[in-house]
């Protein structure tokens, strides 16, 4: 599909809006923003962090729910579930479009996701938006629009309560995340200085440095062929990869002993070290070597905010106030994130079977085995070991409790 069809697919159903004027903010007229250029995400240790989050945000689990007085009481089998944990739009799965959204987050600090609906305001599709310019107008009423300018050159007017706009570093600006330019530009290069002394050490490891004295008077034109003759004989075309070289008596070769200086392995590690800091990780994790105690500190510090994040913007942006209302959410759930230890599975069950607080296909789960079909795997198993606190009296003496049940015996 083309640039411009593609477009089009997307923003077709949009209608121009006419008397939109630019934006005024409490802090002014701010409503310009250009995604910094990403620089940063060309260095390797930068795109390692960044992907190792991205990664391990793609195992969250989106999901639409009805919940009535903090009680999930519902998870519909519809469309929304479809779109939220298979296909959000006819390119991405759902893992590639969660892996898109953060690392555009981590990035640029503010990553866009366009609601795409049909004339009855059903949602048909979710699409991240990778543009070079977007500026805030609003309209008589004082509702936010956002003119995104594309690569192809096309631009689109969207509704800003039909983007999800998730932020990170918000602090300045009362819509954007403040950018990392300025801040992840000293370690960046403080990372690729170390990175160029390495390199051109070992380019001039083999270099030979040294002064030709001439023995007696020699024409300049003859002085430059025979230079040109010793240079080569080393590196040129006449070179046989010996490393030896040859002048006559005319000439005499005196070397200058050059001691090459370059960062030790504590620089470079105190340069990595930096900016996996900034990201919250550590080398270990990027690695793919981290202990159950490294990843539980990353998901608190790391993937549980952003899920936080995603399923309360999410929520308020895909569903009306009135939806809203009647108890519909998208949750972001962790039960992929699979990081614990099998004695630590273990110790889990152990608590969460007898109080009856997990399904057969939940624990299967957590152990890695497939789900049962039907009805059965959706079972709650649960101890007999367990009495309500109001029936402890009762359950002692043998009658019989809330449920109608008879603990006595015959």
Known sequence: MEIRSM??????????????????????YSN???????????DATVRNCIDTIARHASKLHPKHIVRKEGTVINEPDDAMNYLLGVR???LMSSAAFIRMIVAQYYTYNNAFVYIQRDTNGKVLALWPLNFTDLTLYE??????????????????????????????HYNRD???????????????????????AIINAVKN???????????GTIRPEDQKTMWKDFVDSFVGEKSNGSGIGALDNRADFQNIPTDYKTFDSSQMEFARDNIYKFFGISKE??????????????????????????????????????QRGFGNEIVFETNRLSYMSTASKVKLASVMVPAGAIRRNELRELFGYAGLPGKEGEEIVVSLNYVKTQDQSKYQVGEKGEEGGDDSEE
Request: with cysteine; aromatic share 16%.
């Open 139 to 168: 309209d008589r009423e004082s509702n936010f629009y956002a003119k995104f300018t594309f690569g192809s050159g096309e631009s689109a007017v969207v509704p800003y309560e039909d983007l999800i706009h998730l932020r990170r």
């Open 7 to 28: 477009f089009s697919a997307i923003f077709n159903k949009l209608t121009n809006k006419t008397g939109l004027r630019r934006a005024k903010l409490l802090d002014g």
């Open 88 to 90: 959000p739009n006819w």
């Open 32 to 42: 310009d923003y250009t995604p910094w250029n990403g620089e940063a995400y060309d």
């Open 174 to 196: 009362y819509i954007w995340g403040d950018p990392d330019g300025r801040v992840m530009r000293g370690d960046v290069n403080l990372l690729q200085a170390t990175k160029t």
């Open 205 to 215: 490891f083999g270099c030979l440095r040294g002064i030709i004295k001439w023995n």
């Open 285 to 322: 994790l990027v690695a793919g070597k981290f202990k159950e105690e490294e990843y539980q500190a990353f998901y608190e510090s790391v993937i549980e905010p952003l899920a936080i994040d995603l399923s309360q913007e999410f929520t308020e942006k895909i569903f009306t106030p009135k």
